[in-house]
């Protein structure tokens, strides 16, 4: 008998595929397999072949990127790795050195009032007495 002699009579496709969804009562070797069963292992097969290949790829993206930094340093164009810290270095010594020009401003200002109230202290000291 062909296929095609099945899938052209409806009813007789229906009769063997409900046969093949009973239980065989054959040698007793094992559980009976349904078609139902099959198909959700082959679900369930399927969707973990998926979730591996995602891993896979995402395993695959992490080594790329791993080799490729471990490439970049070896070839001695990447940054060094304390870059991080030289930069804070700079920051603080900027920062010091803006400190250390707001004080030298401060200073300034007290030297240069101090040098104006010494010139007015000499010239009243320096000036004749008032006659009268």
């Not at 008998?1 to 496709?13: E, G, I, N, P, S």
């Not at 369930?44 to 695959?60: C, D, I, K, T, W």
């Not at 900027?94 to 200073?107: A, G, I, K, S, Y």
Request: glycine residues 4%; proline residues 5%; aromatic residues 4%.
């Amino acid at each position: 008998m062909d296929r095609t002699f099945l899938y052209r009579h409806r009813d007789l496709l229906e009769q063997v595929h409900a046969l093949e969804a009973l239980p065989r009562n054959g040698a007793g070797i094992g559980p009976a397999v349904s078609r139902a069963s099959l198909q959700a292992d082959l679900f369930n097969a399927q969707q973990r072949a998926a979730r591996m290949a995602a891993r896979v790829q995402q395993l695959e993206k992490r080594l790329s990127e791993a080799l490729g930094e471990q490439a970049w340093r070896q070839s001695g164009l990447g940054a060094p790795d304390d870059i991080d810290a030289l930069n804070q270095r700079v920051v603080t010594l900027e920062q010091q050195v803006v400190d250390l020009r707001l004080q030298l401003e401060e200073r300034d200002d007290e030297l240069a009032a101090t040098r104006a109230a010494n010139r007015e202290l000499m010239l009243r000291v320096d000036a004749p007495p008032p006659t009268r």
